[in-house]
């Protein structure tokens, strides 16, 4: 099973963005998978969490109205609007057949991270 993470750049704040996480190996359609980021000196923290079936996404209280998670076929998007400085970080996503591994950030599966930088 392989993660590939990319899109990442540097934009302006309050511009968009759209990252990509092409999965290999593994079918998303019984998968729970994930977005997470990682700023400079902070832990990690999940973004979005969507389970296999449903598609029932959860959010991070701080991006919530602003980031969109999706997928189709062997690929997720995280769709970043209104992009702040706040959000510059190594954004990863990963993969679990188990929702609950997803949002315990104990994922079987990791991509490498793509950076995000925002400027001011």
């Known amino acids: 099973v392989q993660l590939q993470a990319f899109g990442g750049g540097l934009v302006q704040s309050g511009a968009s963005l759209k990252l990509s996480c092409e999965v290999s190996?593994?079918?998303?359609?019984?998968?729970?998978v994930g977005w997470f980021r990682q700023a400079p000196g902070k832990e990690r923290e999940g973004i979005s969490c969507m389970g296999p079936s449903d598609g029932i996404t959860h959010y991070l209280e701080d991006v919530k109205g602003r980031f969109t998670t999706s997928r189709a076929r062997n690929t997720v998007y995280l769709q970043m609007n209104s992009l702040r400085p706040e959000d510059t970080a190594v954004y990863y996503c990963?993969?679990?057949?188990?929702?609950?591994?997803?949002?315990?950030?104990?994922?079987?599966?990791w991509g490498q991270g793509t950076l995000v930088t925002v400027s001011s």
């Open positions: 990963a993969a679990d057949r188990l929702f609950s591994n997803i949002v315990a950030q104990r994922g079987a599966y």
């Open positions: 190996g593994l079918n998303l359609d019984y998968s729970a």
